[in-house]
């Protein structure tokens, strides 16, 4: 069967659809005092809850401090709370809960379980507290105010373009490539988009027969990684090259994450086989050293320093009264988010210095 070309695939301009519900009208977005001035939203050194999960990637790390440190700097009150590993859920639920105790004025939440927020987001909005979600879009409830993140299906676009871009490099000459598909964890509503956003490009050549999925598991549930957790891919991978890979090549996996990525790596390795075209997302220091090694194909680089600089923005335009900037809306299930979405970028040996240059974490791992 022939390859096509790699169809480009623009970004899905998010339509703007007029809400059909907010959580909240009372943010005093433009209310004018009774001298006629703008009405501050709240105190200009208020209580900004900061609600992350479990750091089950490198982003998810430098966010706690980058919060902190920016909350301080903008004069704010910084509350910011990670979820542990062992009841993420629940710890979560309780430190929100403690925030609105605390009377912060917004809460930004990355969500451990973007489907179990539900009691604490009814006694946020009884408290007139705004609430922000932060990379992950809490689900099915109208009292999210606000969503700040990268456009993730646009990351799933990307990884699914140089997952192609690398087969056509290291495998041109073979006629049907040999993949399988990882997704993030299902408690995560990141993970259905970045895996329908790949599958927006890699479905037609699966048709066409260009792309071969041999394990034969094809959908985001039975390509699931619980808790975005390494031992969970690199089990999945190590039983399916046991299962289905007899004497095929394994050409090339979409891995949605670096930490995954570096999973599946050690599992084909450990099965001594031929390093396949690899994708992953995140820019950790791990990863990009591979990627400069010429390991690891892929990763995606959302700098997390503008999604928090992002995220506190939101913050400081709320406290001046002012309506936050947002490029469209998301939706929840419940309603058109207004969402601020930043564009993430894909990174391969080939771009790994312009991309960071200006991050001086990663710029160094690319010199020499
Ligand atoms: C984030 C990814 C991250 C994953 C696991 C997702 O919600 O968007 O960047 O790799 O969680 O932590």
């Known amino acids: 069967m022939r390859k096509t070309t790699i169809a480009a695939l623009a970004g899905i301009a998010a339509v703007s659809i007029a ?4 959580g909240r009208a009372d943010t005093g977005t ?3 005092g009774e001298s006629g001035e703008p009405q501050a939203g709240f105190a200009a050194d208020a209580t900004i809850g900061v609600a992350l999960p479990d750091r089950t990637s490198e982003n998810w790390v430098l ?3 980058l919060f902190t440190n920016g909350l301080t700097d903008a004069g704010f009150t910084g509350n910011v ?3 542990g590993s062992s009841n993420s859920v629940g710890d979560q639920q309780q430190q929100i809960q403690s925030m609105i105790a605390d009377g912060a004025e917004v809460i930004i939440i990355g969500a451990a379980d973007t489907g179990q927020l539900a009691t604490q987001l009814e006694a946020a909005d009884a ?3 705004t609430v922000i979600a932060y990379d992950r879009l809490i689900q099915d409830s109208e009292l999210v105010d606000y969503y700040v993140a990268f456009d993730n299906f646009n990351v799933g676009v990307l990884q699914a373009q140089s997952l192609l871009e690398g087969l056509e490099a290291q495998h041109g000459d073979v006629d049907t490539w040999n993949i399988e598909l990882f997704s993030g964890s299902a408690d995560d509503s990141n993970s259905a988009v970045f895996f329908d956003g790949a599958m927006s490009v890699l479905q037609p050549m699966i048709d066409d027969g260009t792309l071969n999925i041999v394990s034969g598991q094809t959908t985001v549930q039975q390509t699931a990684t619980e808790d975005w957790a390494a031992e969970n891919a690199q089990n999945r991978m190590d039983t399916i090259l ?10 090339g996996v979409l891995s949605p994450n670096d930490n995954l990525a570096r999973a599946i790596l050690t599992s084909v390795q450990n ?3 031929d390093v396949p075209v690899v994708t992953g997302q995140d820019s950790e220091v791990e990863s990009v050293q591979s990627i400069v090694d010429g390991v690891q194909y892929s990763t995606i680089y959302k700098d997390t320093r503008a999604l928090v600089a992002a995220a506190i923005e939101m913050a400081q335009a709320l406290q001046a009264g002012e309506e936050p900037t947002t490029t469209g809306t998301q939706d929840n299930g419940a309603y058109e988010v207004p969402s601020n979405l930043l564009e993430p970028v894909i990174v391969t040996q080939e771009n790994a210095a312009e991309a960071y240059a200006e991050n001086p974490d990663l710029a160094p791992l690319t010199e020499g």
Do not use: N
């Not at 809400?19 to 907010?22: E, R, V």
């Open 271 to 273: 099965a001594g086989r």
């Open 81 to 83: 709370q990670y979820a």
């Open 63 to 65: 966010a706690g401090d």
């Open 242 to 251: 046991q299962a289905s890979y007899g004497g095929e090549d394994l050409h």
């Open 19 to 22: 809400l059909t519900g907010c």
């Open 127 to 129: 408290a007139d507290i």
């Open 30 to 32: 433009g209310a004018e």
